[in-house]
């Protein structure tokens, strides 16, 4: 190499001094007119300052590690990209992929000094997203093959199993693969033995424990949920009333707005109709108007009609039968007004006649007047004096009357039929003794009616 090519090299060195720089170079370098591929993991670049560069790769489970020139520390890049100087640089790779360690631990003691056989299932990786514990990975198996570090990581986790198993945990244990740069992914333990039967024996009263406390919590769950059911019963029943009771509050609010609404609403239409009513009312009104106008217009014209067919007929009869007639009809007064005359000569003689007899028959009709009218004063001052004695001349002046009125049926009678059942008497004695009785007690009716006894009023009359 010459003396050149040496200078050129020291001086991009010096330029990629930093990782920035390198990554900012990279897209000088491939932009350039002088770079061309070779192979998919690494670019040869020819120029006048340098000869050749390497661009490597790795995926994410890998990680890469450049030490030599320009690094005063390892350059560590997990799943990524970086520029590797042939000759002056170093490039190794360290796999990230988890590996999975059966750990056998035959006849470990426990805490309380019982022997148990325990197998584990650790998954444990190098860690590439910490650059700490990458560089204690590389620092410790960088160069080994993974079943190199895998034996590594099973001595150690076989080693703490039995500690944990005795006094510590998976966390203390979990330590010293940190500061390896191992980190444990996940750890189970897949199998427990004991040939003394320690753990059947606990495994029998822990699960006598366990079915106690699980009936003890059953109960208590029993008994929490009954408590927890009736106070939900009882908030779902108070939820229920309170919801009824604004849904009744709702609907009696509906219910008031409704009628209201339908009361309006019905005034509203009570209105309208009678509205309408008055309006037909008045639109009749105005129908009917408008047809008596036009019928009083008709009549009119019927009148007007009718009187010029009287005026015609008028002067029809006029000329044909009024003349003639009135000459009949003057003739006719003629003779009817002598007629009359004579009439009136012979009523007034016929009148005058009358008039007399008239006057004459109301001077007898008043004479006889005054003459019953003095015998009634006469016969009154006579009652006041003599009362009894007038009613019983009264009674015995129309007692013929009543008897004749008594027997007025039977002389309207044709034939009288008797029947009897021989124990009676039967003949025309007994229909005239049936008067005669009528008769006999006409005396007991007027005391009835008036008080006074006629019988007394007769003897006494006899004895004046």
Not at 28 to 37: G, K, R
Not at 295 to 305: C, G, K, L, P, T
Not at 442 to 459: F, H, N, R, Y
Request: aromatic share 4%.
């Amino acid at each position: 190499m010459g003396k050149g090519s040496q200078r050129s090299i020291i001086d991009l060195l010096g330029y990629l001094s930093t990782e920035e720089r390198r990554r900012s170079r990279l897209s000088h370098v491939i932009s350039s007119p002088y770079c061309c591929a070779q192979g998919t993991e690494n670019f040869r670049c020819v120029g006048q300052n340098f000869e050749m560069v390497f661009f490597e790769t790795c995926g994410p489970n890998e990680a890469m590690v450049v030490s030599g020139v320009c690094h005063r520390k390892s350059a560590l890049v997990s799943g990524g990209r970086i520029f590797v100087w042939p000759f002056i640089q170093k490039l190794q790779k360290i796999s990230l992929n988890t590996m999975t360690l059966n750990v056998e631990s035959p006849r470990v003691y426990t805490r309380h000094g019982v022997p148990i056989s325990v197998t584990g299932i650790a998954q444990v990786k190098i860690q590439g997203q910490n650059q700490e514990m990458l560089y204690a990975a590389c620092q410790q198996f960088l160069g080994k093959t993974q079943e190199q570090v895998r034996a590594v990581a099973l001595e150690t986790l076989e080693g703490h199993q039995r500690a944990i198993m005795g006094t510590m945990t998976v966390e203390v244990a979990s330590s010293d693969l940190v500061n390896m740069g191992v980190s444990v992914v996940s750890y189970t333990i897949k199998d427990i033995r004991d040939d003394e039967g320690y753990l059947l024996a606990l495994g029998m009263a822990r699960t006598a424990q366990v079915k106690r406390d699980a009936r003890i919590g059953e109960a208590e769950a029993k008994r929490d949920s009954g408590i927890k059911e009736a106070l939900a019963e009882e908030a779902r029943q108070r939820a229920k009333y309170e919801n009824d009771t604004e849904i009744a509050k709702a609907k009696r609010d509906y219910e008031l707005k409704k009628a209201a609404y339908d009361i309006e609403v019905q005034t509203k239409k009570a209105e309208s109709e009678l509205a309408y009513a008055l309006q037909a009312s008045i639109t009749k009104q105005k129908i009917k108007e408008e047809e008596m106008q036009i019928r009083v217009v008709e009549r009119a014209q019927q009148i007007n009609v009718q009187e010029q067919e009287i005026s015609r007929k008028d002067r029809e009869l006029e000329a044909t039968i009024k003349r003639p007639a009135e000459a009949d009809k003057y003739k006719m007064e003629k003779l009817a007004e002598a007629n009359r005359n004579r009439v009136i000569l012979e009523a007034e003689a016929s009148a005058e006649a009358i008039r007399v007899k008239g006057e004459a028959e109301a001077f007898a009709i008043e004479a006889k007047a005054k003459a019953e009218a003095e015998q009634m004063a006469k016969k009154a001052d006579a009652w006041k004096e003599y009362r009894e004695a007038a009613v019983v001349d009264m009674v015995l002046a129309t007692m013929p009357k009543i008897a004749a009125e008594v027997a007025a049926p039977l002389s309207q009678c044709k034939k009288i039929v008797m029947v009897s059942n021989g124990k009676c008497e039967l003949g025309a004695s007994k229909i005239t003794g049936e008067i005669l009785e009528i008769v006999a007690n006409l005396p007991k009716s007027v005391e009835a009616l008036t008080g006074i006894d006629i019988s007394k009023a007769m003897k006494l009359t006899n004895r004046v």
